[in-house]
Every structure is written in C-alpha cells, then in structure tokens.
C-alpha cells in the first residue's frame, strides 16, 4: 500500500496539482479540530474516487470510444467510397450518352447537308422544268381563250 503523507496517498499526489496535496499545519490541525479532519478524510477519499474514475476514463472508456470511432470512420469511408464510384459510374454513362447524343446530331446535320445540297443541285432542273409546265399551260389557256373568243363572236351576230 503506498505510503499515506498527510491526508494524501502518494499515488494520488504525483497526479494531483501541488495545493491539493499540501500537508495542514500543525496549528491548523490543532485549531479545527476531529470535524475538520473528517472532512479532510472525506475530501480525500472524493480525490481518490476521482482519481480512479479519471484512471477507468483513461485506460477504458477512451479506448472503447476511439475503437468504436475509427470502426465507424471506416465504415463511414467505405460508404463514402461507393457513393463516391457509383456518382463515377453516372457521370460517366451520362457522358457516353450524351457524346452517342453529340454524334447522333452531327451525323443528322450531316445528312441535312448533304440532303440540302442535293436538292440545291436539283432545283434549277425542277424549276426548269415547273417553268416548262408553266409555258405549256399558258399556251393552252391561250388557245382555250382564243377558241372560246371565236365561239363567241359568232353568238355576238345576234
């Protein structure tokens, strides 16, 4: 058992600060009295449980608390992981499909082009060829009126 100096264990002084373990005067014993040293005895008795709750905090329960933390951080990082591959995963099918998008449309306008060109190409024979049906419908209507001005001036003798 460690050696008692004063009201204080030496145990208990190497981890208490210096005015919590100073040894009462002897006046100050005689003055207060068996009251004043049950309380020293109590007092000292409080420092010990303290002192042991301190020790069990130290030695258990912050081993305990940091083991159950960094099982969770790992936990929490391997969840954070996955979240972290599977946003990978969807960023990059969203760029697969929009660069299939992207090609789709710039194959599409391609083929717009080529098929505008074509039809460019192919416009002065269509136009040629409208203006053609124009001149050959003119024509008739010009027949078809002249006719029909010969038919009516022989009504017109009336």
Known sequence: ???QHGYVSESLREELPAFCTAKPSRVLLKRTGYGREKRGLREMRVLENLKNMIRETNEHTVPECRDAMESSLKDVLQRLQAANDSVRRLQEKE???RKMYNDHLVASEKQHQLQWEELMREEP???AAVDEEHR???ERL???YAEMEKDL???ATF
């Open 142 to 144: 010009r027949e078809q």
């Open 125 to 127: 024979h269509r136009r």
């Open 1 to 3: 058992m460690p050696r």
């Open 95 to 97: 760029q697969e499909r």
């Open 136 to 138: 050959r419908a003119v």
């Open 153 to 155: 001036s022989k009504f």
